[in-house]
Antibody
Framework: QVQLQESGPGLVKPSETLSLTCAVS????????WSWIRQSPGEGLEWIGY???????KYNPSLWSRLTISVDTSKSQFYLKLTSVTAADTAVYYC???????????WGQGTMVTVSS | DIQMTQSPSSLSTSEGDRVTITCRAS??????LNWYQQKPGKPPKLLIY???TLQSGVPSRFSGSGSGTEFTLTISSLHPEDFATYFC?????????FGQGTKVEIK
């Protein structure tokens, strides 16, 4: 079945860069769009951005100046890079697949990232 | 951005009860409305997409309706495993936005 797995450091220092990987298995990464979504402790869900296999990307305007989402189809992985992080970027980060109706139908388990010195 | 507002924010209810959660969009989103269920420590799970289409494997006691700016999620008879937080989400425009969530608790 389709599985997504996030990986990356759990602790990032303020002003540094947060980098995460989402490994996709059970389906061709080329057939779908893929998103990053985050959830701050006790807070709601925030869509970060999406990418397609052709590297067509769309970002949340609230983050676009600090954000890069990329894909490596040969590795069946896509990536998140968020620069100049602050405590406000502390959250559980999820990767997710879009179905053809643009809903997020498959999610990774999430990875907690804490921004702290 | 399209603002999504859910009501109520929380509700206490009992097994077997009928539950209705409302989601309002700040502008028309046609039928591009999705519902998710989230349990503590787990990722959200897609229940319903495109307003009323049940995701594969989701029990038929869940249903969705609405259009334009007002939408509802209904659970016809609450089961113990349905106590969770529910989120709506619009996929009409980017940035995709979510409601703040409705926590369904045991009375």
């Amino acid at each position: 079945q389709v599985q997504l797995q996030e990986s990356g450091p759990g602790l990032v220092k303020p002003s540094e860069t947060l980098s995460l990987t989402c490994a996709v298995s059970g389906v061709s990464i080329s057939n779908y769009f893929w998103s990053w979504i985050r959830q701050s402790p006790g807070e709601g869900l925030e869509w970060i951005g999406y990418i397609s296999h052709s590297e067509s990307a769309k970002y949340n305007p609230s983050l676009w100046s600090r954000l890069t989402i990329s894909v490596d189809t040969s590795k069946s992985q896509f990536y998140l890079k968020l620069t100049s992080v602050t405590a406000a970027d502390t959250a559980v980060y999820y990767c997710a697949r879009h179905n053809y109706d643009k809903a997020f139908d498959v999610w990774g388990q999430g990875t907690m990232v804490t921004v702290s010195s | 951005d399209i603002q999504m507002t859910q009501s109520p924010s929380s509700l206490s209810t009992s097994e077997g009860d009928r539950v209705t959660i409302t989601c309002r969009a700040s502008q028309s989103i046609s039928n591009f409305l999705n519902w998710y269920q989230q349990k503590p420590g787990k990722p959200p799970k897609l229940l319903i997409y495109a307003t009323s289409t049940l995701q594969s494997g989701v029990p038929s006691r869940f249903s969705g309706s609405g259009s334009g700016t007002e939408f509802t999620l209904t659970i016809s008879s609450l089961h113990p495993e349905d106590f969770a937080t529910y989120f709506c989400q619009q996929s009409f425009k980017t940035p995709r936005t979510f409601g703040q969530g409705t926590k369904v608790e045991i009375k």
